[in-house]
Every structure is written in C-alpha cells, then in structure tokens.
C-alpha cells in the first residue's frame, strides 16, 4: 500500500464560528484560530479541516456560498487567511479547505442573473423545471424539511434545491459550471491549500429527468436511490481530478450522503484518479428511522461493528478509508456512542481509543478532544441551525408531540456540535469576551480544556497520548484490520497486524465489569501497551475500559 502524509495525518475539524472569538463580537474567527494554533499543534494534529469561510449570508452557516474566491469579513477576511495559511505552514500544518460545490447560495451572482430570465446566459447554471399539473415538479423532499423545489415569480419556474432554498443547486451537465468549478479549485490549490473536503460531493450528477421517489416517506432510500450516485458522477470526479487536483500534493476528501458498501470502492479506488477518500455515514445514520434522524431507533453493538467491519473488507487494499465518530452536523460522540452521565471520562477514552487504532485516516472534531457534550437548550428559541429549526417547524404543523420533539431535538440537533469551544470556567467559556451567537453548554465550569491541562488523568491528556501512539506505531495506520467477536453486543475486540507484529484492541463498550477470555485471546502472550484504566485485571473488563496490548510473538 501506498505511503502518504494523508493517510498518516491526524485531521482536526473546526468550525470556526464556534472555536474562538478574537474580535469580540460573539463569533469565532481567523484570528481566534491563529491564536490557538499551538494549543492544536499540542494534540499531535498534522492537518487542519476549517468549515466554510467564504462569503455567504449564513442561511446554512457558511454552506451557502456567494463568492467563492472572498473570504467573508466577518471571519476576518483574505487577510486574516492568508495569515492562518503562513501560521500553519510555519509550524508544519496543512490546511484542508471545505468546498460546497453542489449548490451555491442563491445570493451569488450566477444565480442572482439566472432567476432573471429564461434566456438569461446564466439560466443553466441551476436546474429550472416547469410546474407539473400545477405542482412541484417531483415528490422530492429536500435535506431540510419541504419540497426540494421552489416556486419563482420571476419566471413562474421551480429550481431545485436539495438542501434549503438559499441553496440552489448548480448544474454540472452544463460545462460551462464545471469550468467554472474548476478554475475556483485552481485558485484555491494555487493559493498554497492543501486540500479539500468536498460537501455532500455525491449528489452532484442529478437524474435529469427527475423521477418521482417511489418511497417518498423513506429518507434514507430516497437519497441514495435518487440524490446520490448519479450517471456522471464518476464522469465529473475524475475531470476535475484530471484537470486540477492531479497537478497538485492535496488530499481530497468527499462527503458521501447516501454512498453506500457498493458504490463507496468507485469514489476512492487509487487506480480511478477521483477522490483520496470519502466520509461514508454508515454508522453515522445507523439511528435513523425511516422518516430519518427524528425518527430514531435503537442501535445495538453487533450493527456499529458490521459497518467498520463491512467497510474495511470492502475499501482495502485499493482504496482508504476515513475513521470519524462525530462532526458538526451530527451530536456529540461521547453523548451519542458513551455514557456521559457515569462514565464520562472513560467513555470518551475509549471512543478516542477507537479512532486512533483504526485503520483509514483520523478525523477529530474539536472539543471531542475534551469530550465536549450535548446541550440541551430549555426550548426551541435557543437553537440556530436551519435544519433543525425547520423540522421543528415541519413536526409542530404535523401536530406532532412537541415536548416529546423537543426531546429529540436535544438529542439529535446539529446544534450539539455547535455549541462554543470550552477553553476556561470564565464567563462565556474563555470563548468570546460578547454574548456568544450560540449559549454555551452549560457543564462549561467542569468540562474545558483549562481544566483539563492541568489533569494529568483528562481525556485532553489521553488524546495527545493516543496521536502519539499512532505515530508511533505506524501499524495502526497501514496495518490490517480484523474483528474478533462480531456479534458480543458489549465488547468490540479487532487486531491490527502486518508481517511483523500484531496488536489486539480490547473496548468493553457497556456500564458493568464484562468477563475477560483470556486464554481464547490468548493474552498471556501480550504486554499492555496503553489502556484508559491505571489498573487492569486479566479475569475482566471494568466498565468502559479499553486496552491496546501487543503479541510478544
Ligand atoms: O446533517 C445531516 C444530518 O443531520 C446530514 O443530512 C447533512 O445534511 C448531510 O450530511 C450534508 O451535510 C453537508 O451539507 C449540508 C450542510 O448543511 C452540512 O453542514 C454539510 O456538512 C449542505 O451544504
């Protein structure tokens, strides 16, 4: 397999509106960022992934682009970049941009001239539809709740959006929008980036004649039978590869709603020259119901392990794989795969444990590494994010029970993710010196990284311990995968070997003392090499613990 600095880096996510707020007005920036660079040089992080920064009206929080080339001032604008990009370089960090190429916002300029008129130069730059017997064109439901298509006056036409209505998506049949997409990659790998993450990437090839869903109700079918994987798709990657990231030392990640165990190989396989790797969401929508993430359902061992397991089988050797637990879109990973009442700090050893041993490239989200929690906000007034305020919306109109909604929402809002960076116990979490642009999670005092440098026992300490077992140990990063006890539905033990040596991982994922099988593993033959746990008993597993430990031959 093909060596990489990709494949050995460790990837930090931020989202800057949330990380630090250095200019006072209750949103993180720039200059907040280039602040704590050495704080994240300190967890052994090799490569920076930062959420949108460009211009947008901020309908989706930055996934709304209206100019593709500026970066908006309320982040600090281009110079506040390219001093983040001087500041990283400096101390050896690369930068990963976040790039909305499906959809722009519909205040950017293309779409601005192409609502004008039919014969506008830039009508095609979007996807126009007449109304059909007097309706939407399709049954499509969009990502944020209503029809994916949107009356407009001027024309009396519908355009398509997936996502909300300030997010029209652009038309890659045209390949005049392509050349354009191009040239902004070019910019961007000219400007000295070292990467990308490509939003919601798979849903770029639409099916032209756009067919009714015949599960409409089904969201998780809809999308992946409809939305994702479309005819050119793979037309379109290796272009774009061909004719601009090929050229250039970056890695490029796509995010993958809807990519699933047979078409995922396609995207990242090394000899098709499209992506390095994808964000798949096998375990990440493995709650969903089929009315989707407020329709949630019980989720047991055995299925988390099959996705990692079933994944691995398929994507290795030919293609790499991304090993992430949690980001902004989704709530937090120790609120959502632990136990944050009992167990906090081991629950959220033993998660990072896992990303840190698994094979595929390792993504962090920031505040995960201090195991930041879900906020649960006393009512609907308090959230921010689009997405869940339109499903509130949606459930209340439906006649829904909103205080059972309200439940939901605390456990499923984008806005768990969100919530400001936990530097300090003072006011406003050491984040911003104004009232934020969203609360704090009130367990701020208990949980912040102040506090948790000063810990030698915190999972902030267990972290940086963790990358520098990775590094290390370059077997966690190329070495094969193989899972031991598929179907245990409390503890996940897999082994992690090359040709010359061989680790066992050993994660009781449960709140009681699980037994040990020592001899069937036979651990006696292994030295521990790193556990969440001081002490460690051959007969059992103490709750949550988690161990890595190492054959002696
Ligand atoms: O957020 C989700 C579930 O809670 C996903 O369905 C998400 O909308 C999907 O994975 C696409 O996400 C990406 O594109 C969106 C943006 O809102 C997200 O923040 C981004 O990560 C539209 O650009």
Excluded at 4 to 21: A, L
Aim: proline content about 3%; aromatic content about 14%.
């Amino acid at each position: 397999m093909k060596k990489t600095w990709w494949k050995e880096g460790i990837v930090y996510q931020i989202y800057p509106r949330s990380y630090k707020d250095n200019t006072g007005n209750g949103v993180g920036d720039i200059l907040g960022i280039i602040e704590k660079l050495d704080y994240i040089k300190s967890l052994g992080v090799d490569i920076i992934w930062l959420c949108p920064v460009y211009e947008s009206p901020n309908d989706d929080n930055g996934y709304d682009i209206s100019d593709y080339r500026n970066i908006s001032d309320e982040f600090g604008g281009n110079d506040a970049f390219d001093s983040l990009l001087k500041e990283m370089h400096k101390r050896d960090l690369k930068l990963v941009m976040d790039l909305v190429l499906n959809h722009s916002s519909d205040e950017h300029k293309w779409f601005k001239e192409s609502r004008k008129s039919k014969d506008n130069p830039y009508r095609d730059y979007y996807f126009w539809q007449e109304a059909k017997n007097g309706k939407e064109p399709n049954n499509w439901k969009s990502f944020f709740s209503g029809s994916v298509w949107q009356k407009d006056d001027i024309t009396d036409e519908y355009f398509l959006h997936l996502f909300t209505k300030k997010q029209p998506d652009l038309n890659w049949e045209n390949p005049k929008v392509r050349k354009e997409i191009h040239n902004i990659v070019e910019f961007w790998c000219k400007k000295g980036v070292d990467g990308f993450r490509m939003d919601v990437i798979s849903l770029i090839s639409k099916q032209t004649d756009f067919p009714d869903s015949h599960v409409p109700d089904n969201y998780g079918e809809t999308i992946k039978t409809y939305y994702a994987n479309g005819p050119k798709i793979h037309q379109y990657l290796n272009e774009l590869n061909q004719k601009v990231l090929s050229k250039y030392d970056i890695m490029t990640v796509g995010e993958g709603p809807g990519i699933d165990l047979e078409t995922g190989l396609d995207y990242v396989h090394e000899d098709r020259n499209e992506l390095n790797m994808i964000f798949h969401f096998g375990h990440m929508f493995i709650d969903n119901g089929v009315g989707g993430k407020y329709d949630p359902i019980e989720v047991s061992l055995p299925t988390f392990k099959k996705v990692f397991n079933d994944w691995d089988a398929k994507i290795y050797p030919k293609g790499w794989g991304s090993i992430f637990l949690g980001n902004h879109d989704f709530s937090r990973m120790v609120s959502r795969f632990g136990n944050t009442e009992e167990y906090h700090n081991k629950s959220a050893k033993l998660l990072a444990l896992l990303l840190f041993t698994m094979r595929g490239t390792v993504y962090v989200y920031q505040g995960d590494e201090i195991g930041m929690t879900n906020v649960a906000y006393p009512d609907i007034s308090y959230y921010n994010d689009v997405e869940t305020l339109n499903s509130y919306k949606e459930a209340l109109a439906k006649g829904r029970d909103m205080d059972a909604f309200l439940k939901l929402v605390h456990r499923q809002s984008r806005d768990n993710a969100r919530t400001p960076m936990q530097w300090n116990s003072s006011k406003n979490s050491g984040f911003s010196d104004a009232e934020p642009w969203l609360e704090v999670n009130s367990n701020y005092k208990q949980i912040n990284v102040e506090n948790q440098e000063k810990d030698k026992d915190s999972i902030l300490h267990f972290y940086r311990k963790m990358s520098a077992f990775r590094k290390a140990n370059k077997v966690m990063v190329y070495g094969d995968y193989e899972c031991l006890n598929e179907d245990d539905t409390n503890l996940y033990f897999y082994k992690r070997y090359n040709d010359e040596e061989t680790y066992i991982i050993l994660l009781n994922f449960s709140n009681k003392k699980q037994p040990l099988d020592f001899a069937k593993y036979d651990l006696a033959n292994t030295d521990l090499a790193l556990s969440n746990y001081s002490e460690n008993f051959d007969a059992f597993l103490q709750p949550w613990e988690a161990q890595i430990r190492k054959y002696k031959s």
